[in-house]
């Protein structure tokens, strides 16, 4: 109701002013003219009345009546001239604010009257525009200079689909200029699709399919909406993490084979030199037993990591299924016979995920922390909470805690004796494929660690 009372009186006061302007005639100057001559009429009458009547011969009251009249004349311009040049010149003043000419400034203008801080107050914000203009102007000329110099693709659609703006990354990605880009429909350039779809995907390009990043956002511009797109080349970045990864991979592997191999050598070069000898020592049976067995071992150790790798390797992807958060965190916690854990009971929510992992992941969690539990003879608790957007499993533990949890999540990385390194991983990796996250930190205020799964709703 307040809404519609004010646009009333704004419709109200649109309406006075147009019959205002509409019936005031008379300009600002003719007004104050006749303004200032109704203030000296009444003197001037007064004057020449009194001359009139004085015994004065015709010429001298002539005379006298023709120098009252030029007198009320003068000073009636004068006082319209110095209300009128002010105004001008304020006028002229706001006139190049309005043409951004913000170089022009009033003289005489000082704090001693109403019209010097008039004027002030107009010199002061032209230099204020004048500065904003400036840092406008420079702005701009660092974001071209920018958007010119960066490597990724930068375009800007507007409400009907055509190109806008585009910088030299684009230019070259769409095979022409900006002159005779810009203007064209996203249809015309053949990319109509990228208004379309996630904001955020990966799409691929190009005689080769090199893989781009593609991010899509909005914004207004003169109150029309905009689309900027912004693509950036990721087949060089997949390069080097694939090299990176491979450069892990080969280091990891070669530590454990060169861990499992120099003993093994060792010990069949000595096994080699033993049955070589003439005679053969008493205990050469024995010694023979216990370097196989070493041999044995050091190969059955091999083996696990290789199948542990794999199967990191091979994780299948998600079988989503409807899954009770109660029923399953139950199942897991009563699978521990080392420990009891106990379990804080949540809210009955149901999200969609592939048991098998999932069960999996709880499992290696609550394993670990029954490990570090086990150490101080404290225990542990998982239990979980929901917000709008997520579903989130914490598991305490009251261990001993963790002196670096930067390596937690790399590859064959372990602080316990005769771990493989890939549970932890394997856990993450299974909650990153349902789309959500795995964290493990030290608790704040008191001992051991929480681990914590997030996954969508």
């Given at each position: ?34 303004m ?94 004048r500065?904003q ?7 701009t ?28 990354a ?34 691929q ?27 950036s ?132 969690v ?22 709008a ?10 261990g ?8 937690l ?26 789309g ?13 660690c ?8």
């Amino acid at each position: 109701m307040n809404a519609a009372l004010s646009q009333a009186d704004e419709r109200k006061a649109r309406k006075r002013a147009r019959d205002l302007a509409g019936g005031d005639r008379v300009s600002f100057e003719s007004k104050i003219m006749l303004m200032v001559l109704s203030a000296g009429l009444p003197g001037s009458a007064l004057a020449l009345y009194m001359l009139w009547q004085a015994a004065h011969s015709t010429r001298v009251q002539w005379t006298f009546t023709i120098l009252v009249l030029a007198f009320w004349l003068g000073f009636s311009l004068a006082v319209r001239q110095r209300v009128i040049r002010p105004l001008q010149t304020l006028s002229n003043l706001l006139a190049a604010l309005h043409e951004e000419d913000y170089s022009i400034r009033a003289r005489g203008a000082r704090r001693d009257d109403a019209l010097g801080e008039v004027l002030l107050e107009v010199n002061a914000l032209g230099e204020i525009m004048r500065e904003q203009r400036l840092d406008s102007l420079e702005a701009t000329a660092l974001l071209r200079t920018v958007m010119s110099e960066v490597d990724v693709a930068v375009f800007t659609f507007d409400g009907h689909g055509q190109l806008r703006l585009v910088n030299r990354a684009g230019e070259s990605l769409l095979g022409q200029t900006a002159e005779r880009a810009l203007g064209l429909s996203a249809e015309e350039l053949g990319v109509s699709d990228w208004l379309q779809g996630d904001s955020v995907r990966t799409i691929q390009l190009g005689p080769s399919d090199r893989r781009w990043g593609l991010r899509r956002s909005h914004f207004r511009k003169g109150g029309l909406p905009h689309n900027v797109i912004v693509l950036s080349d990721l087949s060089q970045e997949l390069r080097e993490e694939e090299r990176e990864a491979w450069k892990r991979l080969v280091r990891v592997i070669g530590h454990e084979l060169n861990n499992s191999l120099a003993p093994i050598k060792s010990i069949a070069g000595s096994l080699e030199a033993l049955i070589e000898r003439e005679p053969l020592p008493d205990d050469w049976r024995e010694d023979t037993r216990r370097g196989l067995t070493v041999i044995a071992g050091r190969t059955e150790s091999l083996n696990r990591f290789m199948t542990a790798y794999a199967r990191l390797a091979r994780l299948p992807k998600p079988s989503l299924h409807s899954i009770r958060i109660s029923d399953l965190i139950s199942r897991v916690s009563g699978l521990e016979r080392r420990l009891p854990v106990s379990v804080k009971t949540g809210p009955d929510v149901t999200v969609r995920a592939d048991p098998d992992q999932l069960e999996q992941l709880l499992i290696n969690v609550v394993g670990n922390a029954v490990d570090a539990a086990l150490e101080t003879g404290g225990g542990v608790e998982m239990g979980w909470e929901t917000s709008a957007r997520f579903l989130e499993v914490w598991i305490d533990d009251d261990g001993p805690g963790l002196p670096n949890t930067s390596n937690l999540f790399v590859p064959f990385f372990t602080t316990k004796l005769g771990g493989s390194g890939i549970g932890l991983v394997l856990s993450r990796q299974i909650a990153e494929g349902h789309g959500g996250t795995l964290t493990l930190e030290n608790r704040n205020g008191a001992r051991g660690c929480q681990a914590r799964l997030r996954l969508p709703r």
